[in-house]
């Protein structure tokens, strides 16, 4: 029985409870997205300095097309407008900048956007701030099943080390904490093959109001836990 590694290399966040944080305060839904939108670089910011080396953000689900269409528009826009500002901002406190899930059902100039922030912050040394945008765990791994399916290589040689070079995430280390804020206690669809031995952390506290507090409570419980990977 080994204690976790500290810091973890790598945290997943499943950013939740916008809409509610915005009823709370009577306000539209969008400015809930707004206010989680505007969290994002604090946060990074706060894990980089506990020495977390790569941080991944659960921003909209393959699932969140379903949505109102007024909601969706909304948080598209919201990302066209903050992207180029945000891209500038990462790019100067050395940050790697990378986006997980699909682009083809984005809007060419979001798509450019996405794209140009990549190339920008590719050389980065610091950080890796991994955004999943239209990212489903299922669709990526079906996804990455057609990857190796079109570079036909011969069944036998497919093994997990094998796969993961087809995910969206690869070369990324696969998560050693997973939070998930807004007080749901599942994992929506996020990262599924990559959190199979991820510890877990869940809390009620909303995502535009998760800061140094709640990232140091959910880093000292991860301190706590002990990793087996299926061993004793």
């Known amino acids: 029985m080994s204690q976790a590694g500290y810091p973890p290399q790598h945290v997943a966040i ?11 305060r009577g306000l539209p839904r969008i400015a809930g997205h707004k206010a989680g939108g505007d969290n994002i670089r604090p946060v990074a910011k706060i894990f980089a ?10 921003a909209f689900s393959t699932e969140n ?24 901002a990462f790019h100067h406190d050395n940050v790697q900048l990378l986006h997980l899930g699909r682009r083809e059902r ?3 100039g979001l798509r450019e956007r996405v794209e140009a922030a990549v190339e920008l912050t590719q050389d980065n040394t610091g950080m890796t701030l991994c955004l ?4 489903g765990g299922r669709d990526e791994i079906v996804r ?3 990857r190796i399916v079109s570079a036909g290589p011969s069944p ?21 904490l997973l939070i998930r804020t807004g007080g749901e206690s599942r994992l929506s669809n996020f990262l599924l093959w990559q959190v199979a031995y991820s510890e877990l952390y869940f809390t009620p506290v909303l995502w535009p109001d998760f800061g140094l507090e709640e990232a140091e409570q959910a880093l000292s419980e991860y301190k706590r836990r002990q990793r087996r990977f299926g061993r004793v």
Do not use: C
């Not at 300095?49 to 659960?58: I, M």
């Open 106 to 108: 984005l809007s060419k």
């Open 49 to 58: 300095e506990h020495g977390v080396r790569y941080l991944t953000l659960y």
């Open 132 to 135: 999943a945008f239209d990212y």
């Open 65 to 88: 097309w379903s949505r109102p269409g007024a909601e969706i528009s909304g948080l598209l826009g919201l990302l066209e407008q903050k992207i180029d500002e945000e891209t500038q």
């Open 14 to 24: 499943t950013m939740d409870g916008n809409g509610r944080w915005a009823k709370q």
């Open 156 to 176: 036998a040689s497919v093994d997990e080390a094998v796969f993961a070079r087809y995910l969206d995430s690869a070369g990324i280390p696969d998560p050693d």
């Open 144 to 146: 990455a099943t057609g």
